[in-house]
């Protein structure tokens, strides 16, 4: 279990108002505030900051009201409001009836199994306000977290349960990206229309059961994507780094299988990203080992700039790549942080 954390008072009272405020706002656009609110509050925000952050991102944003619910659903009917935006207040109200029946754990437990396929939510924004509810370990956040994940839900092709072909997910971006009728897809504003259109290209269909999905999987997912995003800074490979982080905080809320579906269906969300990405190459290793000799500022240091960003991603990605860093040690994850952040300059030149 993921060991609680004692939260501001800020950050308590400015959380207790995010129910009132939409999961989404403008052409859905996923809402930001409650998950980075906890960020920066991991991170060593102040009061103050907090404050100076919601304000902005509320404003900037638009926030819109949240709906009021309609129908009824029930244990059997829930299914049929499942990838419907509309539905979200009504699903709210169900899980709010499912957590507090069940608790927090055995809720996931029992409801994460139905999600799993659908994990590509809201481009995986879903995925991240499960995963806060549970660092948060608070059962409205987890309740919200659900109903937005079964409001979002974005199927990708099933699996046909063919035989996988590797287990470097690497070389699946690799094939995915020598699948000639993805190049030139028109790309979107946001990321999950463009994973929707990928997963529409009848060739994309046999990716999803191309990875060998095993122990070290969770653990080869990150490397590849640190090395991703040290090579390209992309905003989408910024959010594999995140997603996985988010993933893992899921794990002891899981069964095995469903933590093997989550990742196998992430993977290949990735995979559909790859047009968005601009096809790139992974870097060799010698120049991924070269770029983590770097030096640059410590995460403290990091931690105070990244608290006075307005940008949300610059507070999501300093706290997920910091968390990611004490399990898997690689000092890589302190170094592309220091490059978005400026603090350090081009190192692939």
Excluded at 79 to 93: C, F, N, Q, S, Y
Excluded at 130 to 138: E, G, I, S
Excluded at 203 to 214: K, N, R
Excluded at 266 to 282: R, V
């Amino acid at each position: 279990m993921v060991p609680m954390q004692r939260t501001s008072q800020e950050l308590e009272t400015l959380l207790a108002g995010m129910p009132k405020w939409g999961s989404e706002f403008s052409h859905t656009f996923a809402n930001h505030a409650p998950m980075v609110l906890v960020a920066l509050d991991r991170i060593g925000g102040k009061p103050d900051q907090l404050r100076r952050f919601f304000r902005h991102y509320r404003d900037a944003k638009h926030l819109l009201p949240f709906a009021q619910p309609v129908n009824r659903l029930d244990g059997e009917s829930w299914k049929t409001a499942i990838g419907l935006r509309e539905r979200e207040p009504d699903l709210r109200v169900f899980f709010a009836g499912e957590v507090a029946r069940l608790g927090i754990h055995e809720a996931l437990k029992l409801y994460l199994p139905d999600l799993a396929d659908g994990i590509a939510a809201s481009a995986f924004h879903a995925l991240m306000r499960t995963a806060y509810a549970v660092l948060r370990a608070d059962e409205t956040d987890v309740t919200i977290a659900l109903a937005y994940w079964a409001a979002t839900y974005l199927p990708l092709p099933a699996s046909r349960s063919a035989p996988p072909i590797t287990r470097d997910p690497a070389e699946i971006l690799a094939m995915t990206a020598a699948i000639e009728p993805l190049h030139g897809l028109k790309l979107h504003d946001l990321l999950w229309q463009n994973m929707r259109d990928a997963g529409n290209v009848p060739e994309f269909a046999p990716v999803v059961d191309w990875l060998d999905i095993g122990p070290e999987t969770l653990e080869r997912m990150a490397a590849t994507a640190l090395a991703l995003f040290a090579a390209t800074q992309h905003f989408a490979a910024l959010h594999i780094i995140t997603g996985l982080h988010w993933i893992r905080l899921l794990k002891p809320h899981c069964h095995d299988a469903t933590l093997h579906r989550m990742l196998r269906v992430f993977w290949q969300g990735i995979a559909a990203l790859m047009g968005e990405l601009g096809f790139p190459e992974m870097p060799d290793a010698a120049a991924v080992d070269r770029w983590r000799q770097i030096q640059g500022p410590d995460w403290p240091e990091m931690h105070a700039i990244a608290a006075q960003s307005y940008d949300e991603h610059d507070i999501s990605l300093a706290f997920s790549a910091s968390e990611e860093m004490k399990i898997y040690g690689d000092p890589l994850y302190r170094v592309v942080v220091a490059r978005r952040l400026g603090l350090i300059g081009d190192y692939t030149r």
